[in-house]
Nanobody, 123 residues
Framework: QVQLVESGGGLVQAGGSLRLSCASS????????MGWFRQAPGKEREFVAA?????????NYADSAKGRFTISRDNAKNTVYLQMNTLKPEDTAVYYC???????????????WGQGTQVTVSS
């Protein structure tokens, strides 16, 4: 059974940082692209960042994440990370990690999903 478990969310002031982790089990992790998405109340789930199974050779970021967020992965630990710096109130959302065959920007491109972790940025 595939499990993706996010952690690292919380409450932070604007300008602060958080590091999200997503640990996987039951998945051939090194063979999957990994993505981070987020969903704010009343809004659709949106792409944040994705990394190919090969690692840093292919990474995509949403425009809102460029320059502030960094995605990385450790295949030995079956874990993907999202370092978030200079957080803004509009970054407030539930953050989800997902596994797929391609580091795409679409929800439909990912097969497995975690349950999410709440990130709240206060102004």
């Amino acid at each position: 059974q595939v499990q993706l478990v996010e952690s690292g969310g919380g409450l932070v002031q604007a300008g602060g940082s958080l590091r999200l982790s997503c640990a996987s089990s039951g998945l051939a992790f090194s063979r999957y692209a990994m993505g981070w998405f987020r969903q704010a109340p009343g809004k659709e789930r949106e792409f944040v960042a994705a990394i190919s199974w090969r690692g840093s050779s292919s990474i995509n970021y949403a425009d809102s994440a460029k320059g502030r967020f960094t995605i990385s992965r450790d295949n030995a630990k079956n874990t993907v990370y999202l370092q978030m710096n200079t957080l803004k109130p509009e970054d407030t959302a539930v953050y989800y990690c997902a596994a797929g065959t391609f580091e795409g920007r679409l929800v439909s491109q990912y097969r497995y999903w975690g349950q999410g972790t709440q990130v709240t940025v206060s102004s």
